[in-house]
């Protein structure tokens, strides 16, 4: 499965911005997909996932409440609605997919588990400004 993120960029502190992630070589709707994110100098932080029927598990308490985890099984892809963005926020910000069938995340506080995703996008920079 290769996984190609995208709509990182420059924003300033409350803006918005909205990550892609589309998938090929894969049968998409066995995947669970999640989104991650690392900062300079911290290790790597589980953002949000969703399953292929659309259940959700969000991580960082920072980010419930303005980010949102979507999925489009048509388009192979998913999404990450990032509202009212903080300096914190500044990380590269990467998407993975878990092989459900055998990784069995759906619903599970395992989805936050970066050790049980099997493919990883090259990630996307997000910098927000104060």
């Known amino acids: 499965v290769q996984l190609q993120a995208s709509g990182g960029g420059l924003v300033q502190a409350g803006g918005s911005l909205r990550l892609s992630c589309s998938a090929s070589?894969?049968?998409?709707?066995?995947?669970?997909m999640g989104w991650f994110r690392q900062a300079p100098g911290k290790e790597r932080e589980f953002v949000a996932s969703?399953?292929?029927?659309?259940?959700?598990?969000y991580g960082v308490d920072s980010a419930k409440g303005r980010f949102t985890i979507s999925r489009d099984n048509a388009k192979e892809t998913i999404y990450l609605q990032m509202n009212t963005l903080k300096p914190e926020d500044t990380a590269v910000y990467y998407c993975?997919?878990?092989?459900?069938?055998?990784?069995?995340?759906?619903?599970?506080?395992?989805?936050?588990?970066?050790?049980?995703?099997?493919?990883w996008g090259q990630g996307t920079q997000v910098t927000v400004s104060s």
């Open positions: 969703i399953a292929w029927p659309g259940g959700t598990t």
């Open positions: 993975a997919a878990a092989f459900d069938p055998i990784r069995n995340l759906q619903g599970s506080r395992r989805s936050g588990l970066s050790s049980l995703y099997d493919y």
């Open positions: 070589g894969g049968a998409f709707s066995q995947y669970h």
